[in-house]
């Protein structure tokens, strides 16, 4: 079965999602375009889009209403087909909220500053882990109690698990490679976050 097909301004009942942005500090304006994957629509937005507003400690943000789309970020200037340092490539293809760093791409640890003032009821991440990439040792920041944890591997496989004594994590015995690490509440909850051993 094909998806429904929308004209231009009918996304009335599609979710409405939070897209945020870091642009490079060189930047003077930044705007964002969405090209809707779910539902399809019978005109696409092109370069160079629509305003963000600022966030917070140089994020910025706006919302749009999808199912699933991609995203390209510029600063308000777009030449077509010259490399230039005003445009970051449509790369993020998004079901949910989306967080984009010019410099790092798509990130899993956002900034406390932006989960703050988010909706709760989103799938996003609530834990800041770092270093990311690590050595030696995973330090956890968060405001949820965590108790115990499990190392995964990229395959989905577990490594090891443990309880949670303090908010550093030793994987020093870990080969380098992704993997994620998924931490258990005081309340059952479950998150992971995903990080990157050197």
Same mark, same amino acid.
């Given at each position: 079965?094909? %998806?429904?097909?929308?004209?231009?301004?009918?996304?009335?009942?599609?979710? *409405?999602? @939070?897209?945020?942005?870091?642009?490079?500090?060189?930047?003077? !304006?930044?705007? %964002?375009?969405?090209?809707? $994957?779910?539902?399809?629509? @019978?005109?696409?937005?092109?370069?160079? #889009?629509?305003?963000?507003?600022?966030?917070?400690?140089?994020?910025?943000?706006?919302?749009?209403?999808?199912?699933? &789309?991609?995203? #390209?970020?510029?600063?308000? $200037?777009? $030449?077509?087909?010259?490399?230039?340092?005003?445009? &970051? *490539? +449509?790369?993020?293809?998004?079901?949910? @909220?989306?967080?984009?760093?010019?410099?790092?791409?798509?990130?899993?640890?956002?900034?406390?500053?932006?989960?703050?003032?988010?909706?709760?009821?989103?799938?996003? &991440?609530?834990?800041? =882990?770092?270093?990311?990439?690590?050595?030696?040792?995973? !330090?956890?920041?968060?405001?949820? !109690?965590? $108790? &115990?944890?499990? =190392?995964?591997? *990229? +395959?989905?496989?577990?490594?090891?698990?443990?309880?949670?004594?303090?908010?550093?994590? +030793?994987?020093?015995?870990?080969?380098?490679?992704?993997?994620?690490?998924?931490?258990?509440?005081?309340? !059952?909850?479950?998150?992971?976050?995903?990080?990157?051993?050197?």
């Amino acid at each position: 079965m094909s %998806a429904p097909v929308f004209g231009f301004g009918q996304s009335d009942n599609l979710p *409405e999602k @939070t897209v945020y942005f870091k642009p490079p500090s060189n930047w003077t !304006n930044v705007c %964002a375009y969405t090209n809707y $994957i779910d539902p399809v629509v @019978t005109i696409d937005f092109f370069p160079p #889009g629509s305003p963000m507003t600022p966030a917070c400690e140089g994020w910025y943000k706006t919302n749009r209403s999808f199912n699933k &789309a991609s995203f #390209g970020f510029n600063n308000c $200037i777009y $030449i077509g087909g010259s490399p230039n340092t005003n445009y &970051a *490539e +449509s790369v993020v293809i998004a079901e949910d @909220t989306v967080y984009y760093d010019y410099s790092a791409g798509p990130i899993s640890n956002p900034p406390s500053c932006l989960l703050a003032v988010n909706d709760p009821s989103k799938k996003v &991440a609530v834990v800041k =882990i770092f270093p990311n990439p690590v050595q030696d040792f995973v !330090n956890i920041e968060s405001d949820k !109690n965590f $108790i &115990a944890y499990e =190392i995964i591997d *990229e +395959s989905g496989k577990s490594v090891f698990n443990r309880d949670l004594k303090s908010s550093q994590i +030793s994987i020093s015995n870990l080969k380098a490679g992704v993997y994620f690490i998924k931490l258990k509440s005081l309340s !059952n909850e479950t998150y992971v976050v995903k990080f990157i051993k050197k």
